[in-house]
């Protein structure tokens, strides 16, 4: 999983970055074009590893529901695989309530890290560890491959017996953007044509590639971060900027100043294709990649946030540096979540929208092929669940599972049957029936659209189908009322 990362970041998904681990697995499996996660890190993490709504479990608010802790009958993926024999593994960004190994982990390596160049918060077998100086070669990308790399040779030399699963969280591209100079420096220039250009270039390659339905949305000029942080402008000087304005209407200044923004996220996509890249060669090491399912995806789309936290922001240190705290910025985000409307934390396609690769030589013969059939997060746990011969508890006080098994896909581009999906975070709301979606921002109207016609959301039918909005909203408020009742659901022993 990365994290932050936008629907066209990857070579294989239109993006100009060089992702040639991720694009190689592309090539020779399944690529969905319309995958979703929660549109937020905490929210899509617990419905990853649960099968549920994170609203179901206590991992996202509702009315008279705060966030908190899961209920007792919300178990972790790997407390459901120790019936099939199977080892859990770690590695990366945890953002879950509770602790890695006490909610089913074998071993973990958990990273809680606002910066790429030291480790300030890190647990180790869910004991703390030390926190580290920065230091000229380490970065946090790197440390979290070889956890994954040392944890895989572990497995084959003790656990060779056992199936194994594993839950690699990397925390790029997510803020601060920091990369190692050297990748910088392959990209600075690049990013100096600006974001219109590089948004143009993506969607072409878009529809070369086939992932393109229906026209580039406009970009929304006038829409900026979702929480505005007015002292971070001033930290971070007149070369940053709040809104997705044309490109050519910035100042010299500011131009520099973002496309090197933009150099150091593309730095950090790279190396974590490459650190994957060392994770998969250890799979073939042990002649386990063949018959090893890998599934990539991304917890939200691009962030348009700004704003300065950890270790603060030096202007006179060099972009992307330690000493350095900059977010991409709506202007960018726009470009990266190609060719979709809105960021992070919205629930408009771009950004609740997500990559989904899929690679499983001895599983799947398909090589190279889209899947067009919907899908969320709340459908891994079922598919693995599957595959694995393992199932969800079954008692009458837990809430039936919401996500559909994604293996009939695997064989070939088919519907998936299922009555909706479902979206609600900081006021964002949405619901999808069928090609039908209902979605508003924060304190906005409904808007209406037929996803099979309008895949970018540019045409709102609001007014021309008054009755199926009723219809949806219906459901949205029905679902919201279910989910509530969920949550709050007594304790009960595991």
Same mark, same amino acid.
């Given at each position: 999983?990365?994290?932050?990362?936008?629907?066209?970041?990857?070579?294989?998904?239109?993006?100009?970055?060089? #992702?040639?681990?991720?694009?190689?697995?592309?090539?020779?499996?399944?690529?969905?074009?319309?995958?979703?996660?929660?549109? +937020?890190?905490?929210?899509?993490?617990?419905?990853?590893?649960?099968? @549920?709504?994170?609203?179901?479990?206590?991992?996202?608010?509702?009315?008279?529901?705060?966030?908190?802790?899961?209920?007792?009958?919300?178990? &972790?993926?790997?407390? &459901? &695989?120790?019936?099939?024999?199977?080892? !859990?593994?770690?590695?990366?960004?945890?953002?879950?309530?509770?602790?890695?190994?006490?909610?089913?982990?074998? =071993? !973990?390596?958990?990273?809680?890290?606002?910066?790429?160049?030291?480790?300030?918060?890190?647990?180790?077998?869910?004991?703390?560890?030390?926190?580290?100086?920065? =230091?000229?070669?380490?970065?946090?990308?790197?440390?979290?491959?070889?956890?994954?790399?040392?944890?895989?040779?572990?497995?084959?030399?003790?656990?060779?017996?056992?199936? !194994?699963?594993?839950?690699?969280?990397?925390?790029?591209?997510?803020?601060?953007?920091?990369?190692?100079?050297?990748?910088?420096?392959?990209?600075?220039?690049?990013?100096?044509?600006?974001?219109?250009?590089? =948004?143009?270039? +993506?969607?072409?390659?878009?529809?070369?590639?086939?992932?393109?339905?229906?026209?580039?949305?406009?970009?929304?000029?006038?829409?900026?971060?979702?929480?505005?942080?007015?002292?971070? @402008?001033?930290?971070?000087?007149?070369?940053?900027?709040? @809104?997705?304005?044309?490109?050519?209407? &910035?100042?010299?200044?500011?131009?520099?100043?973002?496309?090197?923004?933009?150099?150091?996220?593309?730095?950090?996509?790279?190396?974590?294709?490459?650190?994957?890249?060392?994770?998969?060669?250890?799979?073939?090491?042990?002649?386990?990649?063949?018959?090893?399912?890998?599934?990539?995806?991304?917890?939200?789309?691009?962030?348009?946030?700004?704003?300065?936290?950890?270790?603060?922001?030096?202007?006179?240190?060099?972009?992307?540096?330690?000493?350095?705290?900059?977010?991409?910025?709506?202007?960018?985000?726009?470009?990266?979540?190609?060719?979709?409307?809105?960021?992070?934390?919205?629930?408009?396609?771009? /950004?609740?929208?997500?990559?989904?690769?899929?690679?499983?030589?001895?599983?799947?013969?398909?090589?190279?092929?889209?899947?067009?059939?919907?899908?969320?997060?709340?459908?891994?746990?079922?598919?693995?669940?599957?595959?694995?011969?393992?199932?969800?508890?079954?008692?009458?006080?837990?809430?039936?599972?919401? /996500?559909?098994?994604?293996?009939?896909?695997?064989?070939?581009?088919?519907?998936?049957?299922?009555? @909706?999906?479902?979206?609600?975070?900081?006021?964002?709301?949405?619901?999808?029936?069928?090609?039908?979606?209902?979605?508003?921002?924060?304190?906005?109207?409904?808007?209406?659209?037929?996803?099979?016609?309008? +895949? #970018?959301?540019?045409?709102?039918?609001?007014?021309?189908?008054?009755?199926?909005?009723?219809?949806?909203?219906?459901?949205?408020?029905?679902?919201?009322?279910?989910?509530?009742?969920?949550?709050?659901?007594?304790?009960?022993?595991?």
């Amino acid at each position: 999983m990365a994290d932050d990362l936008g629907y066209s970041d990857l070579g294989c998904y239109g993006g100009e970055i060089e #992702t040639p681990h991720l694009d190689e697995l592309a090539k020779n499996g399944l690529r969905f074009t319309q995958f979703y996660n929660t549109a +937020r890190c905490w929210p899509t993490r617990a419905t990853l590893l649960t099968g @549920y709504y994170a609203q179901q479990v206590r991992r996202d608010s509702l009315p008279g529901v705060k966030r908190g802790n899961r209920p007792s009958w919300a178990r &972790l993926l790997p407390e &459901l &695989l120790k019936s099939a024999g199977y080892r !859990s593994y770690h590695s990366g960004k945890w953002h879950i309530d509770g602790l890695p190994l006490a909610t089913g982990f074998d =071993r !973990s390596y958990y990273v809680n890290n606002h910066g790429f160049f030291r480790l300030k918060s890190h647990y180790l077998d869910d004991k703390k560890q030390p926190a580290t100086p920065i =230091r000229p070669k380490f970065y946090v990308t790197d440390a979290i491959a070889d956890h994954a790399v040392t944890t895989l040779k572990e497995h084959a030399e003790i656990h060779a017996d056992k199936p !194994s699963f594993h839950y690699l969280a990397f925390t790029a591209p997510h803020f601060p953007l920091h990369a190692l100079p050297k990748d910088i420096e392959r990209y600075r220039e690049h990013y100096k044509q600006g974001w219109d250009k590089i =948004r143009s270039a +993506r969607w072409k390659k878009q529809k070369e590639l086939g992932l393109a339905k229906g026209n580039l949305s406009p970009v929304e000029r006038d829409v900026g971060p979702h929480h505005h942080f007015p002292d971070a @402008y001033k930290i971070l000087g007149s070369g940053e900027v709040r @809104y997705p304005v044309p490109w050519n209407t &910035l100042t010299q200044e500011q131009q520099a100043f973002q496309a090197d923004k933009m150099a150091v996220h593309a730095a950090m996509i790279d190396s974590m294709d490459r650190a994957i890249g060392r994770v998969l060669d250890q799979l073939r090491k042990m002649k386990a990649f063949d018959d090893t399912l890998v599934l990539f995806l991304s917890d939200n789309g691009a962030s348009a946030e700004v704003m300065v936290r950890g270790d603060g922001h030096d202007p006179k240190a060099p972009l992307g540096s330690a000493y350095t705290y900059l977010c991409l910025g709506a202007g960018w985000s726009t470009a990266c979540n190609t060719p979709f409307r809105m960021h992070k934390t919205w629930v408009h396609e771009g /950004g609740a929208c997500t990559p989904l690769v899929v690679h499983w030589p001895k599983g799947i013969k398909a090589r190279g092929e889209l899947r067009q059939t919907p899908g969320h997060a709340i459908d891994v746990v079922p598919t693995i669940l599957e595959l694995a011969k393992a199932k969800m508890a079954k008692d009458k006080s837990v809430p039936p599972a919401p /996500g559909k098994t994604l293996v009939p896909a695997f064989a070939e581009d088919r519907s998936i049957d299922r009555n @909706y999906l479902w979206w609600s975070h900081d006021g964002n709301r949405a619901i999808r029936v069928q090609d039908w979606k209902l979605v508003s921002a924060n304190g906005k109207n409904w808007e209406l659209f037929d996803l099979a016609k309008d +895949r #970018t959301e540019t045409e709102n039918l609001f007014a021309k189908h008054p009755e199926k909005v009723k219809e949806l909203e219906k459901l949205w408020l029905a679902k919201q009322d279910e989910f509530i009742e969920d949550a709050t659901k007594s304790q009960k022993k595991k």
